[in-house]
């Protein structure tokens, strides 16, 4: 395989002329350009994209910090932020912290020492210090990190209004919500509430269950859901993210009950999986689309050298009905 150096012998220049015609710095005649580029065409010579961006203090590189990549909202996001990011000269590294401050802290050592352009934060179980040592441009996604961060998120308040409507049209009793770790700072909390507020100035009770650090695994939310919905029988109705609500429909259908007719059953997310489920689902859909454009707009803006602090509310929250809700 050719290298630098054999271009600048047949070429006839330095290594150090050779390096400046790939970076474009300094005055080159064409002359020279002609004869570094001839002697790279016969030999085949393919530059390191790497060591280009770095000799201009630039890798081409985000991080991107995700709690747990095989949850569905984390796959779709991944999925769609690399395309994003591809789209606009990026390379993505995805760091899976599986929900564990020891990876997640060497993660962070990882994208510090390979310098990496920026990065974009989805994981909560470090202090807030550990993200602003880094001294890169930060975005969160869905989660809360400093007020120097700016976090971009979906309008979770018009989510959980939206969520809460097929309870109070299809005259639910008693609605269970399955939500997530108050500990954790995200603005998900939000629909969390408002949820459960608007329930409430209906008259409809609300059962709020907060799943803990260790169980948000396929294991723990069957385990729940059966005991939930077996401790209290005047429940009619289930809210959650949509992997969570396919188990829930899993259990009742098993039961022998009737779905919407014994149960009203409400997804979030609007990830593949809601689109499997039968009966199909009702749901409120994110924009993930819109959340992964937006995030990578704000993360390049900071990149060049905007001063963002600010979140960014993305709205398009929308209402998709399936056969659930009544």
């Known amino acids: 395989m050719a290298t630098i150096k054999d271009v600048a012998a047949l070429s006839g220049v330095s290594v150090t002329t050779v390096s400046r015609v790939l970076n474009k710095r300094g005055y080159i005649s064409e002359d020279t350009y002609k004869k570094v580029y001839d002697a790279m065409a016969e030999l085949n010579y393919q530059p390191n994209q790497l060591a280009r961006s770095l000799s201009k203090q630039k890798t081409n590189f985000i991080g991107l910090l995700v709690p747990d990549v095989s949850h569905p909202f984390f796959a779709e996001m991944t999925h769609l932020l690399e395309i994003s990011l591809f789209n606009h ?18 993660y962070l050592d ?88 608007e329930l409430l100035e209906h008259n409809i009770e609300c059962i709020d269950y907060e799943l803990k650090a260790d169980e948000f695994d396929i294991s723990s939310y069957c385990k729940i859901i059966q005991k939930q919905l077996d401790s209290h029988p005047e429940i009619d109705g289930v809210f959650s993210t949509d992997i969570v609500v396919s188990y829930a429909i899993k259990y009742i259908l098993e039961k022998g009950k009737k779905i919407p007719d014994d149960y009203i059953i409400v997804g979030y997310d609007g990830v593949d999986i809601s689109n499997y489920v039968y009966p199909s689902l009702s749901y409120v859909r994110q924009p993930f689309e819109k959340l992964a454009d937006t995030i990578v707009d704000v993360l390049l803006r900071k990149i060049n050298g905007e001063n963002l602090t600010d979140d960014v509310v993305v709205n398009d929250v929308r209402f998709i009905k399936g056969n659930t809700t009544r």
């Open 110 to 197: 990882m994208l510090r020492q390979n310098k990496v352009d920026g990065a974009i934060v989805a994981t909560h179980y470090l202090q807030t210090s550990d993200y602003k040592d880094l001294s890169l441009p930060l975005v969160a996604m869905d989660v809360f990190l400093d007020e120097s961060i700016p976090s971009v998120y979906s309008n979770h308040i018009r989510g959980g209004k939206l969520a809460a409507r097929p309870f109070i049209d299809g005259n639910a009793h008693c609605v269970l919500q399955i939500r997530g770790d108050s500990d954790i700072k995200s603005p998900a909390w939000m629909r969390h509430s408002v949820f459960a507020d």
């Open 89 to 106: 000269g990026y390379k993505l590294i995805l760091c899976n912290t599986q929900r564990n401050d020891a990876r997640e802290q060497s």
